[in-house]
């Protein structure tokens, strides 16, 4: 349009007289085609955007035929080399003659590609909020020995390699696959970690009590690594070892099982899915679990759960053919409840897209901290869980399109939120903002161990073999760890709990207008 109205304006107004010469009309003849050509390879090259919520405005049949057929004219691709393939680093394990070592040769360093790092996800800020207690005085190892008799090893990361320091064994693989985690992290981003000493527990209940860190025992508080913390503790939360995988219970590495859950969870619509609440575990781990059991159909009431009890010695004797998590899928609500402390139940339950009714935990993990009732759960109180576990199945009966729009929310945190890639940036930035406040050099014990993937991986068989191949770092990451946000402004953290509050509250309040009129209908 913009050379149109240029040709009109240079004529002054007179009226146009062809042009005698036979050269010059072809000239300009040509230099149409040629203009007119490129605006319409330009015009056809132009991408559509749509943007979400936009309607997208397609070409009736009628319309189609009404307009002349354009065929992009295609220009010769550049052919560029294919990018060499990603060197892999496998385990090689020894013969029986031979000594398991390390590999020597693995990366110690490598360069990531020079891009901006993407924002680490909300729940990372709570890093700085449990490092807290030590920003001011630090971390002296006078500290750090003090906890030894309650930590189950200690982790020392010392020029880009990671040596364990074992005290005592702990239940089940817990510490082999503890270990194996960290081992990863460090073939994952080679060279990046920090020189560091940390102890580690590997318990259900966090240990160090704030109430023992009183008054002048304040500038003493022993930093001990867990799988969860409390409000009443100072135990920093670490991802658990399910993570990579737990043998004993056949829960295979978290990338494939959430994968497996995805997949079984698709092939059955939500519609088309049991209009109940859906438990299945160990009752008797603690006293809210077996209170559960007292939510299936009653003669009185029909709590609308479904609640089972899972021996787990039973499906060991079978061979896991009942507990697959893959499988747990076939109801529109699934529970989730504590069991001692924290469980590594909650990813899963919330892996479903079922919308989860999430009894009050008092423990919370890594990601916990940054899920929203209503949004991602639906909240159930420890001590009204069958009246609340009801209501909640009759609402979401009567709103499919809002529950399932929940249980969708929960199923999106955990899929693109706790993905592995960003545990371990978790693990990453924890770590190096942890060493931040050590006050003392670091130093590999005597009797310390290195831990590469060989070592741990070659002595085992079996399942456990098998979920450390399967969750094994194949070669050191071509793009940086995400950027580490800001720490919480105390008008941040306390307008974030006032929104969870308040949103509960509402929550409890049509509750109670539910049962005023459930009693009156069943009175009458």
């Known amino acids: ?39 319409v390879i330009s015009w056809i090259d132009i991408p559509t955007f ?18 002349p057929s354009l065929k992009k004219t295609e220009s010769p691709k550049t052919e560029f080399p294919p990018e060499p393939a990603k060197k892999e680093f496998p385990i090689n394990c020894p013969n029986a003659t031979t000594k398991q070592t390390c590999p020597l040769d693995y990366p110690l360093k490598h360069e990531t590609k020079n891009i901006d790092a993407e924002v680490c996800p909300e729940y990372f800020r709570w890093i700085h909020e449990d ?3 030590w920003k001011a005085a630090g971390i002296t190892r006078e500290m750090l020995e003090g ?35 960290i081992a990863q992290l460090a073939r994952l981003y ?63 590495p978290w990338e494939s099982t959430l994968s497996a859950i995805k997949e079984k969870a698709e092939m059955m619509p939500w519609k088309d899915r049991e209009p109940y609440a859906y438990w299945k575990g160990n009752p008797t781990t603690s006293r809210g679990r077996g209170e559960l059991l007292k939510c299936n159909d009653s003669k009185e009431i029909d709590w609308k759960a479904h609640v089972y009890n899972q021996n787990w010695g039973r499906e060991r004797a079978e061979g896991f053919k009942h507990s697959n998590l893959e499988y747990q899928c076939t109801h529109r ?44 759960y639906w909240p159930i109180r420890p001590h009204n869980k069958c009246r609340d576990i009801k209501y909640a199945v009759e609402w979401g009966n009567e709103h499919p399109a809002q529950a399932q729009a929940i249980g969708e929310n929960g199923w999106r945190y955990v899929a693109e939120s706790v993905k592995m890639k960003y545990v371990y940036d978790y693990m ?28 741990m991986a070659c002595p085992f068989g079996g399942s456990i073999r098998k979920f450390m191949d399967d969750s094994m770092v194949m070669s050191p990451s071509d793009v ?25 509250r509402r929550v409890e309040m049509e509750e109670a207008r539910y049962w005023r009129d459930f009693n009156r209908r069943t009175s009458s």
């Open 147 to 181: 906890i030894k008799s309650t930590a189950h090893f200690r982790i020392v990361v010392h020029k880009g390699k990671v040596y364990l320091d074992k005290f005592r064994p702990a239940y089940q693989t817990r510490e082999e696959f503890t270990f194996w985690g």
């Open 131 to 133: 490092l807290r207690p």
């Open 1 to 39: 349009m913009e050379e149109q109205s240029s040709s009109h304006g240079c004529c002054g107004g007179k009226a146009w007289r062809p042009v005698k010469t036979w050269a010059s009309a072809t000239v300009f003849v040509l230099f149409t085609v040629v203009l007119l050509s490129r605006l």
């Open 480 to 504: 940086p760890p995400c950027s580490l946000p800001p720490p919480y402004k105390p008008d941040e953290l306390k307008a974030l709990q006032e929104r969870k509050e308040k949103v509960t």
């Open 428 to 455: 990453f930035h924890l770590l190096s903002e942890y060493a931040k406040l050590l006050k003392f050099e670091t130093k590999v014990p005597r009797g310390a161990v290195e831990m590469c993937s060989e070592a």
């Open 333 to 376: 609500y699934n529970i989730y409840i504590e069991g001692i402390a924290w469980s590594v139940s909650q990813k899963y339950v919330l892996a479903c897209d079922a919308m989860t009714l999430r009894v009050k935990p008092d423990h919370y993990d890594i990601y916990s901290r940054g899920l929203i009732p209503m949004d991602h």
């Open 50 to 67: 749509t943007f979400p919520g936009a309607s997208i405005f397609k070409t009736t049949a009628n319309e189609s035929s009404a307009q």
């Open 190 to 252: 080679p060279g990046k970690l920090p020189d560091l000493e940390l102890m580690f527990q590997c318990e259900d209940r966090p240990a160090i009590k704030k109430e023992d860190y009183k008054g002048s025992k304040g500038t003493k508080i022993p930093p001990l690594f867990h799988y969860c913390g409390h409000h009443t503790a100072f135990d920093i939360p670490f991802p658990d070892w399910s993570f990579w995988g737990w043998p004993e219970v056949n829960i295979k």
